[in-house]
């Protein structure tokens, strides 16, 4: 049976109204259909006759699809303040790419070099990146909305000075960045090594069955040793890619540099780094080898101590003369 | 003219853009006497302004909940209309908004001088109602 002109417009104006907030659709539909009514007697009037089926489906066609319609009386939404969005991205690369990969690396590192599958513990990693990366990208995105549906306003958008933007770099601020990515890449480096060269290890063996045991104290610092060196190269390389960070950077150089001394403090207070046994030595040579070695690495952790002091009072230097605004040897903000 | 899809896409965002201020200026101006929807359609189209009723409506509720028009509902031949008309708010603006105009019309006229350039024929793409 046929549609008649009454049905097809109350089944438009049903499916329109069904999109439409709820507190106006009535008074919508009303005014939709007076004057969907208004144009069907217009054509009418001007065909001559009563319309049929297929003129008055055109009609609706042409007006456009029921949610189509429905859309222009909606209010307009946004979930993320477009004025934010530069900040958003930045906010969702750094965490992505410059948190995530290399602290999935670190995490994955250990077990893929060790376990007897590896393909099966990179393929897990990879799972597991893509399902912390949406969960990111799921709460990253949820506080930027409430941060919009709330208004906040950031003081430092609001309240922004010339004079303190970040100078146009130089050809040396050029070449500090390449400092701070091989830096950067150093620190991964020396996180991989040492996570290959401690990763649940307690001692070292050597041909002819000598044992080089590790004291506790390395088990202790083995945490602290990942999260200092992790830190760092994180800074370092935030610092090639956005010069203007390098002052944070400095800072965070000095307390990394803090963190190193107070390790080195826990070496020293240990004393009793490793012991040497097994292997066709008296007891008065494994004696002698375990104090030699045990010198040895102690030398090694109070010449890092002074490189560390050094590197600590570069970056104080650093920091003194940007803040006084002499040109320093990185981009300063 | 604007054969390309993308060139066609890009004048038909641009003349949105040009239009959008302009029909709110032409809605605002004609409803100093009243309509209902249908009515103020067909007057705009009878004057050139051809505006489709999706974006027609839509504006005259926005028109309306920001002040400038007041609406009421009323019987007309035996059919129940909602009749526009523009609010005090209305009448103060819109002498504003038409100064605005002038001027920003005076200016172009200015920088165009008299420089020909050729007007797009409005067929295709281009001569569709306004969205």
């Given at each position: ?125 990879a799972v597991e990146y893509w399902r912390a990366a ?91 040793v990942i999260g200092m060196t992790l830190t760092s ?88 003369r940007s803040k006084h605004g002499k040109p320093a ?5 | ?131």
């Amino acid at each position: 049976m046929p549609a008649t002109k009454s049905d097809l417009i109350d089944r438009y104006l049903h499916a329109v109204k069904f999109w439409l907030p709820k507190a106006q659709q009535e008074d919508i539909v009303a005014e939709l259909g007076e004057d969907l009514l208004s144009q069907v007697e217009e054509r009418e009037a001007a065909l001559g006759h009563k319309l049929d089926e297929d003129e008055l489906a055109a009609i609706l066609k042409k007006r456009g699809s029921p949610m189509r319609v429905s859309s222009g009386y909606l209010p307009e939404q946004r979930l993320i303040n477009p004025a934010m969005l530069p900040v958003y991205r930045l906010v969702l690369k750094i965490v992505l790419c410059w948190v995530f990969v290399p602290l999935f690396a670190f995490v994955f590192l250990g077990p893929v070099l060790t376990f007897a599958r590896p393909w099966e513990m990179v393929l897990r990693c990879a799972v597991e990146y893509w399902r912390a990366a949406f969960m990111t990208v799921g709460m990253v995105t949820v506080v930027f909305a409430l941060l919009d549906r709330y208004q906040v306003r950031f003081k430092r958008a609001d309240n922004w000075d010339p004079r303190k933007l970040p100078r146009v770099p130089t050809a040396q601020d050029t070449t500090t960045r390449w400092n701070h990515l091989a830096g950067a890449i150093f620190g991964v480096a020396a996180t991989g090594f040492w996570v290959y060269l401690m990763w649940q290890r307690s001692e070292f063996s050597f041909p002819g069955g000598a044992r080089l045991i590790l004291g506790p104290v390395w088990g202790q610092i083995y945490w602290p040793v990942i999260g200092m060196t992790l830190t760092s190269a994180f800074f370092d390389l935030l610092s090639s890619l956005y010069p203007r960070w390098a002052r944070v950077r400095s800072r965070v150089r000095i307390g990394v540099d803090v963190c190193a001394l107070a390790i080195v403090a826990v070496l020293l207070k240990a004393g009793n780094f490793v012991e040497i046994a097994g292997g066709n030595f008296s007891v008065a040579d494994l004696a002698n080898k375990t104090a030699w070695f045990n010198g040895l690495i102690g030398y090694t952790v109070i010449a890092a101590a002074v490189i560390e002091i050094g590197d600590a009072i570069h970056e104080v230097r650093r920091l003194l003369r940007s803040k006084h605004g002499k040109p320093a040897a990185i981009p300063t903000t | 003219m604007h054969t390309n899809g993308a060139s066609s896409e890009l004048f038909d965002n641009l003349r949105l853009e040009l239009r959008r201020g302009c029909l709110v200026v032409a809605i605002l101006a004609q409803l100093h006497t009243e309509h209902y929807g249908y009515a103020l359609r067909k007057a705009l189209a009878g004057q050139g302004l051809v505006i489709d009723e999706n974006t027609l409506y839509p504006l005259l509720r926005r028109l309306e909940n920001q002040g400038l028009l007041v609406s009421q509902w009323r019987e007309e031949e035996k059919r129940n209309k909602r009749f526009y008309r523009l609010s005090p708010l209305g009448e103060e603006v819109l002498p504003d908004l038409l100064g605005e105009w002038h001027q920003m019309n005076s200016a172009l006229e200015r920088i165009l001088g008299d420089r020909e350039f050729a007007a797009a024929p409005q067929s295709g793409s281009h001569s569709k109602e306004e969205k």
